[in-house]
C-alpha cells in the first residue's frame, strides 16, 4: 500500500515562491499517476497537476499553469511542487494524491484517487 506525506507549506508573501514535497512509502512511485490539489476554505477540492506514469507527461490547471511546476523523482520516492508567483487566490490546503489508473486526463478528479497525504498549508498573504 502506498502512504503519502506532505511537506513545505508556509506562509508566504505574494510573488514569491514555494516548493511543496510529497514523499511516498510503500511501493514504487512510477505505478502510479500522482497529483496535486488544493482546497480552500469553503471551496471544493481543486485538482492542480497530475503525472502520467505512462508516458511521464504532466498536465496543469489553468489557474497555475505558467506558474506551478511539478516534478517527480521516482527514485527519491518523492513529487514536488514547485510554485511562483504566488497569489492570494493560491491559498489552500495542499494534497498529494496517487491512483493506479488512468487518472490524469484533465481535469483529474478527486475520486479516481485511493491514496492521499494529510495536506499541507499554504497561505499566500502580505
Known amino acids: 500500500q502506498l502512504q503519502l506525506v506532505e511537506s513545505g507549506g508556509a506562509l508566504v508573501q505574494p510573488g514569491k515562491s514555494l516548493t511543496l514535497s510529497c514523499a511516498a512509502s510503500?511501493?514504487?512511485?512510477?505505478?502510479?499517476?500522482i497529483a496535486w490539489f488544493r482546497q480552500a476554505p469553503g471551496k471544493e477540492r481543486e485538482w492542480v497537476s497530475c503525472?502520467?506514469?505512462?508516458?511521464?507527461?504532466?498536465n496543469y490547471a489553468a489557474a497555475v499553469k505558467g506558474r506551478f511546476t511539478m516534478f517527480t523523482n521516482n527514485t527519491k520516492k518523492a513529487s514536488y511542487l514547485q510554485m511562483d508567483s504566488l497569489e492570494p487566490e493560491d491559498t489552500a490546503v495542499y494534497y498529494c494524491a496517487a491512483s493506479r489508473w488512468d487518472a490524469c486526463t484533465p481535469p483529474a478528479k478527486a475520486s479516481v484517487f485511493g491514496a492521499w497525504g494529510q495536506g499541507t498549508q499554504v497561505t499566500v498573504s502580505s
Open positions: 503525472r502520467d506514469h505512462y508516458d511521464g507527461g504532466i
Open positions: 510503500g511501493l514504487p512511485l512510477e505505478l502510479f499517476d
